[in-house]
């Protein structure tokens, strides 16, 4: 298996036009902005895109992108599991951005407003541990094992890179591509 090779945002952009390029974040956060011709795949999909994917990459170059590195990671190494080279951009659509690059947006009228996940998960691990607390206050001491427990949680992401708070987040409605979206999607992928 070999390991996914990790792209500066300025080498991809000059490298750009080589690569199919798989946004692996969820349909709110590939509306927010994502590189140009940029396809979304989220990660939770990606499985059920491989064959797709495999066929790309007999094509060409894959270059997989999220937010910040971190799902990328993630799927690079799924699709190297399965014998699918592919390269990640470091930072992701974050750093891209920062370096001055441009990320398209679709029409407004396409547009489903959403926050980031790592915005989702701030928030909802926030809300929690403030529940736990206000609850431990206010109705037994009990409810801070909440507050204890999605600190763990936390220290244990931080420790895995991984997030289980991400992962069920996902599954959302509001996360999920709709069915239209993902085929229209993998056709594209096809077509390449």
Do not use: Y
């Not at 990671?73 to 930072?91: S, V, Y």
């Not at 659509?93 to 370096?99: K, M, Q, R, S, V």
Request: charged letters at 20%.
């Amino acid at each position: 298996m070999t390991p996914p090779l990790t792209l500066g945002t300025d080498q991809a952009h000059t490298r750009l036009h080589e690569f199919t390029v798989i946004d692996v974040r969820t349909p709110g956060e590939f509306a927010s902005g994502h590189l140009p011709g940029a396809l979304n795949i989220p990660l939770d999909q990606v499985r059920r895109a491989l064959p797709d994917i495999r066929n790309a990459a007999e094509r060409g170059d894959i270059l997989v992108v999220c937010a910040s590195g971190a799902r990328s990671e993630n799927a690079c190494k799924l699709l190297a599991e399965q014998g699918i080279p592919t390269a990640t951009l470091a930072g992701g659509t974050g750093a891209w951005a920062a370096e001055g690059h441009d990320l398209h947006r679709p029409e407004a009228c396409e547009t489903r407003a959403a926050w980031s996940m790592e915005r989702q998960v701030r928030f909802t691990a926030g809300t929690l541990v403030l529940l736990g607390l206000v609850l431990g206050l206010l109705v037994s001491p009990a409810f801070q094992i909440l507050s204890a427990g999605i600190a763990g949680g936390l220290v244990f992401s931080a420790l895995t890179n991984t997030c289980g708070m991400a992962a069920m987040l996902g599954r959302l409605p509001h996360n999920r591509p709709r069915p239209a979206d993902l085929e229209a999607t993998l056709a594209s992928l096809r077509g390449r």
